[in-house]
């Protein structure tokens, strides 16, 4: 290459270099100061009170070991086998309280294990999800339908939601992990009032990230902003609760020239990461 062409060369990758990161810019995305607390699920069972009582006998109720984070579930002292056509995988929990239908989750790593492929699905959505076999100790049940690997979901009640700036069944990001820091993407948000704020992660997804129970993850946000002249309101008294506003919205503030601006509005916007931008 002559020196020329190379001139040439380097220019135009000096160019794209700024338009990238022009881009990068426009497109930024925010963390959200405040944590929530990661669960780690293990593969475990949801068992109807039909294949309960065809795994343990009739009458039978489940044994409590322990209470699990979201309001009224617990983990069973009973555990099942679970067979596919490949293999056999032992010792596997049982969550209770029972439920309407038998739901099976597993990770993936143990699918080649079991010789099976469900579907990621989020929980109860288990139309044409996998089959697989579970044994108890008084017998067996073949589901057609109920195996699944679970949706990595965000638990929250209604004020948690409104506190995130999210609603339920929407899919957002969140960042997890210390030492290699994984954004997670395809996080689907559920909401109901009884659910405990709680980002919820299978043991393989978990081992990758590099993070255990208990540890924080972060909401990923965009910063938007208006693109359009009339979307902009400039305000002449910008107050904390006005602040605290525009983070839930995920938009900046546009003030007018000679607007009061109390010191706690200043603060709190700088604490959450809110722009105020003079007009």
């Given amino acids: 290459m002559n020196q020329d062409l190379f001139n040439q060369h380097d220019f135009i990758k000096q160019i794209v270099y700024k338009v990238m990161r022009k881009l990068k810019v426009n497109d930024a995305a925010a963390i959200h100061p405040q944590p929530f607390p990661i669960g780690i699920s293990n593969r475990h069972v949801h068992l109807s009170r039909q294949d309960l009582e065809i795994l343990f006998g009739n009458g039978y109720e489940l044994n409590m070991s322990h209470k699990i984070s979201q309001t009224g579930q617990f983990a069973a002292t009973e555990t099942v086998n679970l067979a596919g056509p490949k293999g056999c995988i032992e010792k596997v929990r049982i969550l209770g309280p029972i439920r309407k239908q038998t739901q099976v989750e597993i990770m993936r790593s143990d699918k080649y294990r079991l010789g099976v492929d469900p579907p990621v699905r989020d929980s109860g959505d288990l139309k044409d999800s996998g089959a697989i076999t579970i044994i108890g100790p008084n017998g ?3 589901i057609d339908e109920g195996l699944i690997i679970s949706q990595r979901h965000l638990h929250m ?4 939601a409104a506190f995130y700036g999210v609603t339920d069944g929407e899919f957002v990001q969140v960042k997890a992990g210390t030492s290699r820091g994984i954004t997670f993407d395809k996080v689907l948000v559920r909401v109901r009032e009884d659910f405990v704020l709680e980002f919820h992660l299978d043991i393989d997804e978990a081992n990758a990230a590099g993070v255990e129970n208990g540890d924080g993850a972060f909401l990923v946000t965009l910063k938007n902003k208006p693109t359009e002249q009339n979307d902009i309101i400039a305000l002449s008294l910008v107050t904390e609760d006005r602040v605290r506003q525009a983070w ?9 020239k000679g607007s009061i601006t109390t010191p706690l509005a200043k603060d709190t916007a700088k604490e959450l990461g809110v722009e105020l ?3």
């Avoid at 009640?157 to 948690?160: E, F, G, N």
């Avoid at 839930?248 to 007018?256: A, H, S």
């Fill in 140 to 142: 067996s049940v073949h």
């Fill in 157 to 160: 009640t209604p004020a948690d």
């Fill in 248 to 256: 839930k919205e995920k938009k900046p503030l546009y003030i007018k």
């Fill in 277 to 279: 931008i003079s007009l």
